[in-house]
């Protein structure tokens, strides 16, 4: 398996240009995560999805952020307009769905698109 | 608050065992016990997971006392690619019960294996 893909490996631009990073996660995986780690506050969960549901976007820092899963192999998180605050690692995770109640989640995560918001 | 406590850093020579501690005192009946860590440059990798058992892969060991207030990661013979920064986290196993604070790691621990 090739595990988790991201692309761009690296971005820089401008602020106030819209950057889109992308995702695939690996293949039977159910939950995809999107986080972002800096410095500061250390790796952070952004949103997640279930079965290409979004169920908990309460780590999206503000409307700027979006994020989509059109279908199971294909997800985007979109910085509109981005701003140099936004400058960060952010990493995409992906685990299998929980198969009883004494099974747990091991979450697989990408090797991360670094961001630079001049 | 942060629901997991360990030292900043820790250091290591080749081919020992390399104890890394992490305390959770506030850990409920239901939360399970994580580890992570995060070579330089790449994504947080999967360590290990417990409950109140002790567990053992091929990566690792990881001890939980019996209070489970606390947890120990061993890797028992340490090397340099092993020198990354290691998260304990603590966290239910029940998506439905997922949020934010449970996935945030934290500083973790820097360990650093020496020649």
């Known amino acids: 398996d090739a595990g988790v893909i991201q692309s761009p490996r690296h971005e820089v631009t401008e602020m106030g240009q819209e950057v889109t990073l992308r995702c695939k996660p690996i293949?039977?995986?159910?939950?995809l995560f999107w986080y972002r780690q800096t410095m500061m506050r250390g790796l952070e969960l952004l949103i997640y999805f279930n079965n290409n549901v979004p169920i908990d976007d309460s780590g999206m820092p503000e409307d700027r952020f979006s994020a989509k899963m059109p279908n199971a192999s294909f997800s985007t998180l979109k910085i509109q307009p981005s701003e140099p605050r936004d400058s960060a690692v952010y990493f995409c995770?992906?685990?299998?769905?929980?198969?009883?109640?004494?099974?747990?989640?091991?979450?697989?995560f990408g090797p991360g698109t670094r961001l630079t918001v001049l | 608050d942060a629901k997991t406590t360990q030292p900043p850093s820790m250091d290591c020579a080749e081919g020992r065992a390399a104890n890394l501690p992490c305390n959770h005192s506030t850990i409920s009946g239901n939360e399970y016990v994580y580890w992570y860590r995060q070579i330089h440059s790449q994504g947080p990798q999967y360590i290990i997971h417990?409950?109140?058992n002790n567990e053992t892969n091929e990566m690792a060991s990881l001890i939980i006392t019996e209070d489970r207030k606390s947890s120990t990661l061993i890797l028992p013979h340490a090397t340099l690619r092993d020198t990354a920064v290691y998260y304990c986290i603590v966290r239910v196993a029940d998506f439905l019960l997922y949020n934010n604070n449970d996935m945030r790691f934290g500083a973790g621990t820097r360990l650093t294996v020496k020649p």
């Open positions: 995770a992906s685990s299998l769905p929980l198969a009883g109640a004494s099974s747990t989640d091991t979450q697989y």
């Open positions: 293949s039977g995986h159910d939950y």
């Open positions: 417990g409950l109140k």
